[in-house]
């Protein structure tokens, strides 16, 4: 099994790149979606969804967010992409299971903040000093260590199509070894 785990900075396409894999058939599992699920069933405000990533983290180990993609990877034969990865040891847990690579999306800051105003998401930044302290964050969690270590890396700072048509072909070179 090829375990393809996404990373980057918030709204620097990852999601985006996912849902290209899904048009090639592979299974995604979303990190992201597996805490915004933990915090509804523990009745957390989306906007606070960053604090819970901390204590969950702190609580029950830096992988413990991957730990609960398990039984979705259990499920699958082939491979899986895994969107999301935010720390070195949610890498090592999905190495268990498979062959890991890296792939590493990233948007210029400034892209990536026009990206926040536009998407409108719940837990996205309001403002720019929201969006600084939200890739804060991020950077404290690890996600720099994972993107320095990508095993590819897909500059998002073009047109869909172009991020499209890079990822599927960083896929099908991942796929085909």
């Known amino acids: 099994m090829k375990i393809i785990c996404i990373t980057g900075m918030p709204l620097a396409g990852k999601t985006l790149a996912a849902s290209f894999a899904k048009e090639m ?3 995604v599992i979303n990190m992201g979606d597996k805490i915004r699920e933990m915090a509804r069933k523990n009745n957390i405000k989306i906007k606070e969804i960053g604090d819970l990533i901390l204590e969950i983290r702190n609580k029950y180990g ?41 792939v590493a999306i990233f948007a210029p800051r400034k892209i990536r903040f026009e990206r926040a105003l536009k998407r409108k998401r719940e837990d996205d930044p309001k403002n720019y000093e929201e969006f600084v302290q939200r890739d804060l964050r991020e950077l404290n969690l690890g996600i720099g260590n ?4 990508a095993d590819y890396m897909i500059v998002n700072d073009k047109d869909v199509e172009k991020l499209k048509e890079t990822f599927i072909n960083v896929i099908k070179e991942i796929i085909n070894k």
């Open 62 to 102: 830096r992988d413990a967010i991957a730990k609960e993609c398990y039984e979705d990877i259990k499920k699958i034969k082939g491979d899986v992409i895994i969107e999301g990865i935010r720390n070195i040891e949610e890498v090592e847990y999905f190495s268990k299971f498979g062959e890991v690579y890296i």
């Open 146 to 149: 994972v993107i320095s270590l």
């Open 25 to 27: 058939g592979l299974p």
